[in-house]
Every structure is written in structure tokens, then in C-alpha cells.
């Protein structure tokens, strides 16, 4: 690939899925263009900063940018079909490719790992690309969070392009693609509701178990899960019988300790969701030959993902975290995880588009009304809208309205400036939704409210 440049352009370069293969392009020697309508709006976007320090060019998603002197272009689902920069790829004649189509085409040409799951997909793959990249084992990656410690002035950190063939994706379910792919290993963590019904996404997981030619790693505790789970699967666990069980686990505020094996770790990201994040990682690295104490040295040096339990205050008193939990699940487990911590938190939620939304409604206020105690309280922002022709036929108000019913501390706001004037009604204020990254400037405005 790196000996074949190629002109390449990318409508909805600024998405997280995109702008991974765009940057994993541009270092494997492609000449990479983009556009995208975030972008448009905001001039200063920082993604789109990142993407021209890199040599990317950006241009405006109006169809003035694309002609016929690229070899193909790259579309994002979320981008029309009536869209000016489709049309003028169609009138050009230029051949037209959806980022899952391309990405099952990159992963054809590398042993691939999939990581697979409706919860955690992006830090393990990215854990498991940190730790073999500082293992020595040069991987490639293509994820959709951000690994901190991959992110510079001219790299978005959710890929790396190393020297080996290993290629580790993250494998999505919410476009069906996961069934186009092949990979050499595959991992699945957990089964359970997010863009698609769960029977639907067993369907997908089941297909992409088939297609795998080697080890396939399975969560053992997760219910939804077993159901799929093979003779030969390697399984992790931290409650049921597995090949990888935690043993004398600690969960600390900021931090887990357990011991796998005889051998003792420090994870330094909390909750028993981010252990079995890492269990997976380690179960997969054990397997492929890798020494347990090499896993554990690297294993301390991680420093997370971005947007994935971002402290952006403690003082010891005060806390502010910005996390990207968007489905029950991811909003369930964070929760849990901040009930051990403190007694009071103040969530803010932003729901992710109107068609999930409707879809998950009610696993929502199951959720919430659930978690939610009698010291916290929810902020429920607008939904989160994207453009493109959802129908509005529902609002955080309906979420809100139903968990007051239940007599849950909720309300639906329509301005964060809101929620910013009155911080300090509480010490802890937890900001979720997926995204949307201007949330994580929401936390940070709380952060310097409280200070």
C-alpha cells in the first residue's frame, strides 16, 4: 500500500471513523484531501487544524473541492446521498467508496484484529494498540477514540501505521459492516442494546465469529454472550469460570489493582467496566506469546482515551469528568463507577441523535431511574443534531417528563450556559454524550466555574 500513492478524497473527514483512515492513509505516503460540514461551521475546528498541520488539505463541503483528478473518494454514511459533493462525484464520474467499504478493503490486506462490543470498543483497541506499540510489536490501528498518548499537533491519535502486518480495528456494529470482515483474531466484550436491536447485533457478531480465522476472546460474564460462544473461544471474566479471571481485584478512585495468573496489575483507569477493557487486551497479548511482567509494565504507563473518564477538575473536593457514555450500557456502568466515589454528582446528559433516541427511550429511563439517587441529579441537554433529515418527533423533555414521573431529580435544559451559571450546587459534575467533542468545553467551563 505504501508503494501505490494514490489521491484520495474524504467527505466527513471530521468524524472519528474517517478522519482514522484519512490520517492512516496520509502516513502510509497518500495524498489525502477532505471536507466536512463541521468544519464548515467552525473555522478554528481543532480536528480540522490537526488534519491540515498533518498535510491534510481541508476544503468546504460544497462540491468545489472534488474533481476528477482523484483516484476514488471515501464517503461517510452520515453524509447524503444529495449532498453537492456527491452529486459532483457522480457527474465527474469518480469512483465512490462508503467508509465501511473501504475499511473492510484495508483490513483484507492486513492480519487483522477486531475488536468487537455495544460497549468499550474504543479503549481496548485502543489499550491494545498502546500496549503493542510499546511492547515492540509496531501494530497498526484504526479505532475511533483517541489514545492520549498517540495524540500531537499533527496526529488525532485514534491510529497508528507501524512497520508490522497487524492491523487492530475497531469493529463497529452500527452500519452492518462488521460482517464484511476477515480477521486473523477477534475479540467481543459485551452484547447488549446501542444502534440495533440485540438479536440483530448477535446476527452480526455470530457472522463475524465464523468468518475469524484464529483465536476469537469472549467475555464470560456477559449473559448475551453466552449464547454464541464456542468449545475453542478464550474467555475473560471477573465474576464466572474463564481462562482469564481476575482474582483480589481493588477498585480505587481513579485506578483498578487485581491479580491475573499470580501476576499483579495496576490499571490506572476505574470501574469494573475499564477491568474488563483491559482483561480482553491482556487474555489476547498472553496468547500471542507475550511475557505477563512486559504486559504489566506497559500496562501502568497508559494514560486512557480521550473523552473516556477526562478529569478536567479534582481538587480533592471538587470533580468535573467529561465521558463519552451514550447508550444505557456505557451510562449504567459509568454510573455505578461514580456511585462508589461520591455521594452527590450532578450528570449532565446530551443524547446522540433523534433515531437513537426513539430506539432507546425507554433503556434510557430504565437507566437513569435506576442509577439515579436521591443526592444526584440529571441534566438532560437537546438532543444532539448532526444535520441531515431525522425526524424530530422526540425530545430530552420526554426523558425527563418520565423520570420526574418516577420521582427522579431530572430536568430538560435548553442552554449549557445554564448549567454553567449555576455550578456549584454541586462538588461533582459528570458530563456524558457521544459526538459531540464541544461537550468536553462544557466540562471544562464547569471545571473553571467551580475553581
Do not use: W
Amino acid at each position: 500500500m505504501k508503494n501505490n500513492r494514490k489521491k484520495i478524497f474524504f467527505s466527513g473527514i471530521g468524524g472519528s471513523g474517517v478522519s482514522a483512515i484519512a490520517g492512516f492513509m496520509a502516513d502510509r505516503g497518500h495524498n489525502i484531501s477532505g471536507s466536512d460540514r463541521a468544519f464548515d461551521m467552525n473555522s478554528a475546528h481543532p480536528l480540522k487544524k490537526t488534519l491540515e498541520a498533518k498535510g491534510i488539505m481541508i476544503v468546504p463541503q460544497d462540491g468545489s473541492g472534488i474533481n476528477s483528478s482523484y483516484d476514488f473518494a471515501v464517503f461517510s454514511t452520515a453524509v447524503e446521498a444529495d449532498r453537492p459533493e456527491a452529486l459532483r462525484a457522480a457527474k465527474e464520474g469518480i469512483t465512490v467508496k462508503t467508509r465501511p467499504d473501504y475499511l473492510a478493503e484495508i483490513v483484507g490486506s492486513f492480519r487483522a484484529i477486531a475488536v468487537a462490543g455495544t460497549s468499550g470498543k474504543s479503549t481496548t483497541s485502543g489499550l491494545l494498540a498502546f500496549l503493542m506499540e510499546r511492547l515492540g510489536l509496531s501494530p497498526n490501528f484504526i479505532g475511533g477514540g483517541r489514545v492520549k498518548q498517540f495524540m500531537t499537533n499533527t496526529e488525532t491519535g485514534n491510529y497508528l501505521s507501524g512497520d508490522s502486518d497487524s492491523l487492530i480495528i475497531e469493529a463497529c456494529e452500527s452500519d452492518g459492516s462488521i460482517i464484511k470482515y476477515h480477521p486473523e483474531h477477534t475479540i467481543i466484550l459485551n452484547l447488549d442494546l446501542d444502534h440495533h436491536p440485540v438479536q440483530v447485533t448477535e446476527g452480526m457478531f455470530r457472522t463475524l465469529i465464523k468468518q475469524t480465522k484464529g483465536m476469537v476472546i469472549l467475555n464470560a460474564d456477559d449473559r448475551n454472550l453466552s449464547g454464541i460462544r464456542g468449545n475453542d473461544a478464550i474467555t475473560f471474566s471477573v465474576h464466572n469460570r474463564s481462562t482469564y479471571k481476575a482474582e483480589e481485584i481493588a477498585y480505587h478512585q481513579f485506578s483498578t489493582e487485581f491479580i491475573l495468573h499470580g501476576t499483579k496489575y495496576s490499571l490506572p483507569l476505574p470501574g469494573a467496566y475499564n477491568l474488563y477493557n483491559a482483561l480482553a487486551c491482556i487474555a489476547f497479548l498472553i496468547e500471542i506469546g507475550i511475557p505477563p511482567d512486559s504486559i504489566r509494565t506497559a500496562l501502568k504507563g497508559f494514560q486512557g482515551i480521550s473523552r473516556r473518564f477526562d478529569i478536567h477538575l479534582n481538587n480533592g473536593n471538587k470533580l468535573v469528568i467529561d465521558d463519552y457514555a451514550h447508550n444505557p450500557h456505557k451510562i449504567t456502568a459509568l454510573m455505578e463507577t461514580m456511585q462508589k466515589m461520591r455521594e452527590g454528582v450532578c450528570y449532565i446528559f446530551q443524547p446522540h441523535g433523534f433515531g437513537p433516541t426513539r430506539m432507546m427511550k425507554k433503556e434510557y429511563i430504565q437507566a437513569f431511574s435506576m442509577n439515579l439517587r436521591e443526592t444526584d441529579h440529571l441534566f438532560l441537554l437537546p438532543i444532539f443534531y448532526a444535520g441531515g433529515t431525522a425526524s424530530r418527533d422526540i425530545s430530552s423533555r420526554d426523558l425527563a417528563e418520565a423520570l420526574q414521573a418516577e420521582g427522579k431529580s431530572a430536568d430538560a435544559v435548553e442552554s449549557r450556559e445554564d448549567i454553567i451559571q449555576g455550578a456549584g450546587d454541586y462538588d461533582c459534575y459528570v458530563v456524558m454524550g457521544a459526538r459531540d467533542d464541544s461537550l468536553m468545553n462544557l466540562a471544562a467551563s464547569i471545571a473553571v466555574q467551580l475553581k
